[in-house]
């Protein structure tokens, strides 16, 4: 375990605004900052972070916590690897015995397995890979965006990266999960031969999957074969290049979707750099989220001809559904966009990208696009039904009546008609479950106030007892403080929140961490906790008496509660002002 004085240094090394921006953009609203939170499916900013008490919490789902909470959900990794990411982007340094004693989750293990496989392929490239080298060239990609995006080559042996990775010390029953490996009459194999090879990333940069291109035309598998889901990677949630091009698009303000790897590799080569790939997959609403907290305005860049216009109209009206920008750069028919970019040039795919189409014109006005008026129609208003944005939906079909032709009137009640139907059919994600907090307010207003000062924490720590709680998840946190803060963290709530590894737990923290109940002072609510409770204690008494009335003990001891009973109800409504 790290020391505890390492870990509060650390996490006041890194500020909570700047580390989370590196993760998605913040915008300034006055005291603290909003934006998209990554851990539910949303476009609004209900994420807030303050800058002060160096906390975050999203409003829509509940999560919160401090910078290693945010670091640790966002990555999925241990504590323990929070801190120590954190402590290398502050530049401080860990002692070696305290790093060793660390335990990796099975996802750590995971991504060590990618990263090394990565590695060997990268290397393979380099000294066996001389087709696939060749293969690159005839297609124009330079070695550096080869270098730049982390290519490589998987050998043509049949245990060529499984004895690799058993040399480096990973376990045999690991591999087997790793999705690298398939089992051919009871052997294990490796998955990709002679292949040149795409490592996928996640939006932080780690490799979480692979795609292979045959190299030998023919061969077994299909020209490409991707990994299978698994414990790092879904196949639709993660967007090809999108670790390389975030920044750029919220930049830009502006993402190019395309379909595929060259198309993304010529786009990159070309110089445009807000672009991510689908993975020869439709636009995913996993996808079109990931999109949302770089940017709302979605270029739809795919293949010209019939299939490829299908996919990106059904792609960009989801994005509708969703709450984003979506637009249209059309191609010649048997056009790409690797293809157009050699061909025709970066001016000319310029143009295209300025001239793209609302989707809603493209729907009405392309030839290419399926079905007639009445379909097209359909097909956006389906979409425009699922968007919870009234405004929204009203200019959409505003714009909708202009490239159609057709009355809003007539618009709308069509739009009603299917309402019912599709708002069954598509429920929105619904905030996190909140555990009913309303009764025993004053249990959660003693425990945010005892979190403001140490004198106050230090009267609830002694003067109390879990038994004070009747609110389960009060009593819960009262437990936890009392097991791990002392008086002395109290004061810094960032702190407070390090090392819980009850998530749950933490969210609710750090909820009451947050709130400033200025009205209400500490002696007041502590009476009140304790009038609770002394209600509580003769409420008991009174059932055992009933069941045992001639246990003068039990008369005696009510007697006693009684009389401290009204000693502090009397106390309290001294204090009301009137
Ligand atoms: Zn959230």
Not at 118 to 127: G, I, V
């Amino acid at each position: 375990m790290i020391d505890n004085h390492l870990i509060e240094q650390i996490r006041a090394a890194n500020d909570i605004v700047e580390v989370i921006q590196g993760y998605l953009p913040l915008k300034r609203a006055g005291s603290t900052w909003r934006g998209i939170c990554p851990f539910h499916q949303d476009t609004n900013p209900s994420l807030n972070v303050s800058q002060t008490k160096q906390i975050f919490k999203c409003f829509a789902c509940g999560k919160a916590g401090n910078v290693y909470g945010f670091v640790q959900e966002y990555e999925k990794i241990s504590f323990i690897e929070a801190v120590k990411k954190l402590a290398q982007r502050a530049g401080i340094a860990i002692p070696r015995f305290e790093r060793t004693k660390r335990v990796n989750t099975k996802r750590e293990q995971l991504l060590v397995v990618y990263q090394t496989a990565r590695d060997f392929f990268a290397e393979n490239l380099q000294r066996h890979g001389d087709e696939a080298l060749e293969y690159l060239k005839s297609r124009q990609i330079s070695p550096e965006t080869a270098q730049n995006l982390q290519l490589g080559y998987a050998l043509g042996g049949e245990k060529a990266l499984l004895n690799h990775l058993m040399k480096e010390g990973h376990a045999v029953a690991l591999l087997k999960e790793s999705g690298l490996f398939g089992v051919y009459r009871g052997n294990v194999v490796d998955l990709f031969r002679d292949r040149l090879m795409f490592p996928i990333h996640n939006n932080t940069g780690d490799v979480i999957a692979f795609g292979g291109r045959q190299m030998a035309e023919g061969g077994p598998g299909g020209k490409y074969i991707n990994s299978p889901s698994g414990e790092l990677y879904t196949k639709g949630n993660e967007l090809y290049g999108l670790f390389k091009s975030k920044y750029e698009l919220s930049k830009a303000d502006k993402a190019l979707v395309c379909e595929g790897y060259f198309d993304f590799l010529r786009l990159w080569e070309a110089g445009f750099v807000n672009s991510v790939a689908t993975l020869g997959t439709a636009l995913t609403k996993d996808q079109i989220y990931l999109l949302a907290r770089y940017t709302k305005n979605v270029y739809m860049l795919f293949d010209g001809d019939v299939a490829g216009i299908r996919s990106a109209t059904r792609g960009a009206a989801l994005c509708m559904a969703i709450g984003l920008s979506p637009f249209i750069v059309e191609l010649p028919p048997d056009s790409d966009p690797d293809t157009f970019l050699l061909e025709e040039g970066k001016e000319a795919m310029q143009q295209r990208i300025d001239s793209a189409l609302p989707l809603i014109s493209f729907v009405a006005t392309h030839p290419q696009v399926e079905g007639d008026a009445r379909e097209r129609i359909d097909l956006l208003l389906e979409h425009i039904r699922q968007n919870q944005d009234a405004v929204q939906r009203e200019l959409w079909i505003n714009d909708m009546s202009d490239a159609f032709g057709i009355s809003t009137s007539a618009l709308n009640s069509r739009l009603s008609s299917g309402r019912q139907a599709f708002t069954r059919q598509e429920p929105q994600s619904a905030p996190a479950e909140k555990p009913a907090a309303e009764e025993f307010l004053e249990e959660r207003t003693l425990l945010i106030l005892s979190l403001q000062s140490a004198e106050y924490y230090k009267v609830l720590a002694t003067e109390l007892n879990e038994d004070y709680f009747n609110n389960m998840q009060c009593r819960e946190i009262y437990q936890w403080l009392v097991k791990h803060i002392d008086p002395d963290v109290v004061g810094s709530p960032a702190d407070i929140l390090s090392n819980i590894e009850n998530t749950h737990l933490r969210d609710t923290l750090a909820e009451l961490l947050l709130e400033d109940p200025q009205q209400l002072r500490f002696e007041d609510t502590l009476d009140q906790v304790k009038i609770r409770k002394l209600q509580r204690d003769l409420e008991m008494l009174d059932k055992q008496i009933l069941s045992e009335p001639h246990d003068v003990g039990l008369l005696q001891k009510k007697q006693e509660l009684m009389g401290v009973y009204r000693r502090m109800t009397r106390k309290v409504i001294h204090k009301l002002p009137y």
